[in-house]
């Protein structure tokens, strides 16, 4: 054990005593004196064959994650890949404020051309900023809606806590992740494109004459680690996403907060020796599963909860989280912010965990207000639906019977505080949506407290294929939705 607590003194610097720890048997418990010192720190380790949590530290504190953004940029291109939107080879142009990116990056020259496959490689290597603009670009027009996207798509993975402002991860106050949902997107990236991962294990990428060395040097200094991504800015500390798989086992850790590169690679290798022999050999299959919408002919995302408690350091007692911030956890809160902004008949509107509630659960008698036909150039919906799923469980089982239209199955599109500024949305979709032209919108006031809020809905679908259907058409023209069992 001493040679442990020295070991760990050298990674993280600053602690100058370390307390005694008693150990029983079959547990080891890591002790954390160079991380208390470090307000930056947070750890993570999950077993990825069974979901089990075999360390965290602050994995729920928010963190800026610098460079491991690009493993989002990589994630939507993965997917753009298997939905054969581009090709490897497909050459995309460099734009000028791409070109201008800090470094590190390939120093490309505005109107230059990088391959897809390029720009990969570029990234795994040597973390390029103006390749990840690139993408960027070529995937969603321009870096701001790119940005969007990568927020959307993490929302779906079970990634709550996480925000996106830029491709690359150059510091933004705004751009903010946990250690928790940078361990699912490293899951999420090995479960649903094992084709692509692959990607990750590359040690050194020749461009054109140059050669990349990858800066993760956890790379070869332990079997079975092939991949994931490092990151550094000033105000983020040296952080790194590691997945091992070995003799059966398999795992994801999160080090985030390092002073050093050299230090966070320590710590990183320390953590996995220290896990791995409690790992199960048994896969239970994947954390956060993809499963086939064959009526839509999409793939949907099933986000994982990971789990919100595990081994902790001496000291540091496990955490309950209360019930409102589960709420928060289990319901992007930027919703409710989307949604306040909108026009409000009320001088305060819903905000917060309260519109949350009123928006998704349903306990009080309401009125339903048909929408005549009509049509309107009316405001897109809001943000997505809270994890973008097609069946919203919450709903599910527990909404009270009530005077709405004779449907088995319902589409909601969006909940506002304005009754008009839903039958516009309704209207909207519906000019832009053929498979609702037999359709029939309604709106349904929920309460919670004072506050009113207004669910934008579609009925007359007979069954959940019919209902899926309808809201695969509504998200390919851009609306958010989901199916409700009426």
């Known amino acids: 054990m001493r040679n442990v607590f020295s070991s760990m003194r050298a990674t993280f610097g600053r602690a100058r005593t370390v307390a005694a720890v008693a150990i029983g048997v079959g547990a080891l418990m890591i002790h954390t004196a160079h991380a208390e010192a470090n307000s930056r720190y947070a750890g993570f380790v999950i077993d990825a064959n069974n979901g089990q949590v075999l360390y965290e530290d602050r994995a729920d504190e928010y963190r800026y994650p610098a460079s491991l953004t690009k493993m989002m940029t990589l994630y939507l291109t993965f ?120 990607f990750f294990s590359t040690r050194s990428y020749s461009f054109r004459g140059r050669r990349l060395g990858n800066h993760n040097r956890v790379l070869g200094r332990m079997d079975g680690v092939d991949g994931i991504k490092t990151g550094y800015i000033n105000a983020s500390g040296f952080n790194l996403v590691t997945s091992i798989k070995r003799d059966g086992k398999s795992l994801v850790a999160v080090v985030m907060g390092g002073r050093t590169g050299r230090s966070r690679d320590d710590h990183m290798i320390e953590l996995l020796q220290r896990t791995l022999p409690k790992a199960s050999t048994r896969d239970g299959g994947a954390l956060i599963a993809t499963r086939p919408n064959t009526a839509a002919g999409l793939t949907q995302v099933a986000a994982s ?63 339903n207000l048909v929408l005549p036909a009509a049509s309107s150039n009316a405001l897109m919906p809001p943000a997505p639906i809270p994890g973008n799923r097609n069946i919203d469980p919450t709903f599910t089982g527990s909404i ?87």
């Open 79 to 198: 997917d753009a890949l298997s939905k054969g939107r581009i090709k490897l080879s497909d050459d995309m142009p460099v734009s000028r404020y791409a070109a201008g990116r800090p470094p590190t990056k390939l120093g490309l020259p505005a109107g230059a051309k990088l391959k897809v496959e390029e720009a990969i490689f570029s990234l795994i290597t040597r973390s390029a900023n103006d390749a990840s603009v690139t993408l960027a670009e070529y995937l969603a027009g321009s870096e701001s809606a790119f940005a969007e996207m990568m927020t959307r798509t993490a929302h779906r993975l079970g990634m709550t806590r996480t925000t996106y402002r830029n491709a690359n991860g150059l510091p933004n106050s705004e751009q903010r992740t946990t250690a928790r949902d940078q361990a699912k997107l490293g899951l999420a990236l090995r479960e649903h494109f094992p084709q692509y991962y692959k």
């Open 305 to 367: 909860d990971l789990p919100r408690t595990g081994p902790v350091p001496d000291g540091r007692p496990t955490r309950v989280m209360s019930a409102d911030e589960r709420i928060e956890m289990a319901y992007d809160t930027s919703i409710a912010r989307d949604v306040a902004a909108l026009p409000a008949p009320t001088a305060r509107p819903v905000r917060g965990r309260e519109a949350l509630r009123a928006a998704l659960v349903d306990d009080k008698p309401r009125q």
């Open 400 to 486: 009270k019977a009530a005077a709405t239209p004779v449907s088995p199955w319902v589409v909601q599109i969006a909940a506002t505080p304005s009754a008009s500024t839903s039958l516009d949305l309704l209207r909207k979709a519906q000019s832009k949506v053929s498979a609702l032209r037999s359709a029939q919108p309604f709106t349904e006031p929920v309460s919670s407290g004072s506050e009113t809020l207004h669910r934008a809905r579609f009925a007359g679908f007979q069954s959940k294929d019919q209902a899926w259907s309808a809201c695969a058409a509504l998200k390919r023209a851009n609306f958010s939705c989901y199916a409700v069992a009426n």
